[in-house]
């Protein structure tokens, strides 16, 4: 770039800076953080065009601020420059039928993997949660918005993508292709594990999930379960609302969640008895692969002591954002609602925490760093640390309950 180039680049930044400043402080002069922020923000441009080693590119530099910037936020906002969001809306115009069935957020800098549905090519190819893409089509994920990724994954059926993963444990990247196809909506996965327990996993919470599910209970009622053990591990995709919609057939007062943040109005989802139609004791499965709508019901169920939540504090991605296109031609994509617990409890920001925490056996672990072998789904088995756990606990319940009970009752007699 020539120094005219550059000085005008210096020149037009330190003037919005200025413009920027001068308004907030007329604004709001008796807080000039951002004010003293937007200083510093200049004082930095001025001396990267002039202390540096070597003539800066100054678009470079301004352009990887603003990344920059939206990255500090939290994993789901992200800046699109320009040219970067002309694309995006092009590829996103387009519609393509085919994908990996890959949850994804960043971590490290990089877009990462939450959640892989089974049977989809992800899952084929033995993509697991917590692997790093470093880069996806030859492209590197670094300051790459989730739905930029997204949509770098999706193609026509067949379509075979070049990936870069970091598995755990190791140092260098390993090559990968994935072939996308046209998903299919996972089934539920129905059991009896011991005696009256019925088992429910869920492996994504797609619309119309919740209807399904209401039906499967109404069938475990007529077969005599009394009891409910609803998996939600590894269950990281979905619709908010149908976590909200699962909620309600368990719920019969209470609030499930609310949404809400600095410019939206709070929105509060609530239970209604009506639409009540598994009154038994449930034990929810959750783990680091419980995201979104799963945590939304976890929440739900733990905060209004509806039932307990077993295994490892869940993912916390329950938030919505927008969209924001900017004079430039470039936009924000933007978290501007977070979904709080009925205890109001930030879940982007804290996760939901189980009432029984269970960490995986040495077996587990083992089983997990072995990258040879295809990563295990949840599973039903009384074998499972876990799904035992939720057992022990529905088992039990009744007979606490009866304790509890006893004591009170043997308390009001001394106190007679």
Known sequence: MSPLGKKIILGISVLVVAYAATGYMLGRSSDDKAYRALTVYSEVLEHIQRDYVDDPNMHAVTNGSLHGLLDSLDPQSAYLSPLEYKDFKEKSASNPPAETGLALTRRFGYIGVIGVLPDGPGAKIGLRIGDILEKIAGFTTGQMAIDQAQLLLKGNPGTTVQLSVIRRGKAEPQEMNITLAKLTAPKLVEDRVSGDVAYLRVPEFTPGVSKQIRET???????????????????????????????????????????????????????????????????LLIGNGTAGPAEILAAAIADNKRGSTVGERTYGTASQQKLIEMDDGSALILTVANYFTPGNKDIPAEGVPPTAEVHPSIDDLLAQADLTQPAALPSSSPEDPVVKKAIELLQGAPAAEKKAAKLLHGWQQLAA
């Open 217 to 283: 209970l109404v069938q475990f009622q007529k077969s005599g379960a009394k009891k409910l053990i609803l998996d939600l591990r590894d269950s990281s995709l979905g619709d908010d609302q149908e976590g909200i919609l699962t909620a309600q057939l368990f719920l019969s007062s209470g609030t499930i969640a609310t949404l809400k943040g600095q410019t939206v109005t709070p929105v509060v989802s609530a239970a209604d008895a009506t639409k009540v139609v598994w009154t038994e004791p449930v034990a």
